[in-house]
């Protein structure tokens, strides 16, 4: 499906198309048709349903399973797997996550909270293991102008983290771009191991993206997935399962992540 949007031209739709799928819009457009059947037994069952969604769909404790259920991200990375890699074959690559082309109080631009957690723990694997560490992220499929996301990441991570990357791809649109360009850029430097750092969430179909591009480029590599994020945003039993701003973004990640992979995005 997504090699279909792209041939008929449609990237640049891809975060709208995506919006229309995602909650509250399927939730509210039942709620429009139960209103319009609201004299027949099925409109009221319709809202219902919709009210049901909406609520569900906010919860940070449905958003965790179905976090979980259609996603199974894997866990945190353990110390032993980052100190079996040689640093001379192997890299830390993090996958950008949004930036803000202009952020007032910087005076320049910025990276997303996601991206910039991303970033940081990144930074704090690569000083831990001494191994090298890229970022990957361009301007995003809008092609909205501004600086590049990867290189947003690579002014911050050199003046404010005071840790330089060594490599910096910023031509990428989505998480298969990502790929392949980061791994063209890697296979020059020998590399056949990379520690991949995103959101839990993301990690299913970017590790997808990545080995896919290495088998479509003939390129043995070994991806240790590195997620972050991983601790619950709404730890108390009862706020988990009231609406929250937290729980409806997570759960929009969720489904989106999950449409991606069917769509093979």
């Given at each position: ?8 031209g449609?990237?640049?739709?891809k975060p709208?198309l ?7 819009v ?10 319009r ?6 409109g ?5 349903v919709a009210?049901?969604?909406l609520w ?20 945190a ?9 040689r640093p001379?074959?192997?890299a ?7 930036s ?6 910087y005076?320049t631009?910025?990276l ?10 990144g930074i704090?694997?690569s ?15 809008a ?11 690579a ?11 060594r ?7 989505d998480?298969?771009?990502?790929a392949?360009r980061?791994l063209a850029l890697l296979?020059?430097?020998?590399i ?15 590790q997808?993206?990545?080995?896919q ?14 997620p972050v ?6 730890e ?5 399962w ?10 929009r ?5 999950r ?5 093979g995005?």
């Open positions: 499906m997504n090699e279909i949007v792209m041939r008929l449609l990237e640049a739709w709208a995506g919006t229309l799928l995602l909650p509250p399927p939730a509210l457009l039942l709620v429009l048709l139960g209103f059947l609201r004299r027949h037994w099925l009221t069952l319709l809202m219902g009210v049901l969604a569900l769909g906010a919860c940070a404790g449905a958003a965790e399973w179905a976090r979980h259920r259609l996603l199974a991200p894997p866990p990375v353990s110390p032993a797997a980052l100190k079996a890699l001379a074959q192997a830390i690559v993090v996958l950008g996550g949004g803000e082309n202009q952020a007032p109080e005076g631009s910025s997303s909270p996601w991206s910039l957690e991303r970033l940081r723990y704090w694997l000083r831990g293991s001494g191994l090298g560490l890229g970022f990957s992220g361009g301007v995003g499929h092609g909205l102008p501004g600086e590049a996301e990867a290189t947003v990441a002014r911050i991570a050199r003046d404010e983290f005071h840790h330089p990357l490599w910096v791809e910023n031509g990428s649109r998480t298969r771009e990502n392949a980061t296979r020059t430097q020998g056949t191991d990379i520690v991949l750092v995103t959101q839990d969430w993301h990690m299913p179909r970017a997808r993206a990545f080995e591009a290495a088998a479509a480029a003939g390129m043995a590599l070994r991806v240790t997935p590195a994020g991983l601790a619950p945003r709404i108390h039993p009862l706020l988990r009231l609406p929250s701003s937290e729980g409806f973004t997570l759960m990640q969720v489904l989106r992540e449409i991606g992979l069917l769509m995005a």
